[in-house]
Each structure stands twice: as structure tokens, then as C-alpha cells.
């Protein structure tokens, strides 16, 4: 957990990082979000997986 939440401000801040005027590598937004919300979801499926599995297997025994 504290290796993925490591890693991701490394990347965040490698992303976000300022760059020289003669630089033309910006990184596009929707490349920053899609890697964070890759984040933020592998880190909620770590810490409530488990909850949230079984919390959709009764909503589905119950409508079934």
C-alpha cells in the first residue's frame, strides 16, 4: 500500500513537474487523470475489495 501511494506521487510529480520554455513534452490532462483514477481505484480496491464484493452479492441476492 505505501509502495503504490509512493509510486504515485513520483509519477504525479513527474507529470506535473514545470518544464523550460524550449520544452514541448507536456503531458496532455486526460493523461494525468486516467493515470490517477488508475491509482485511486487500484488503492480503493485494496483497502475495501472485500466489502464492496459482498455488498454487490446481496444486492444481487436480493434481486434475484
Known sequence: MQQLTLLMTRLYVGL??????????DVPGWVLITVMTVG???????????????????ALRSVG
Open 16 to 25: 506535473t513537474a514545470p518544464r523550460g520554455r524550449g520544452d514541448r513534452g
Open 40 to 58: 485511486l481505484v487500484a488503492i480503493i480496491s485494496q483497502v475495501a475489495g472485500s466489502e464492496l464484493r459482498s455488498m454487490l452479492r446481496a
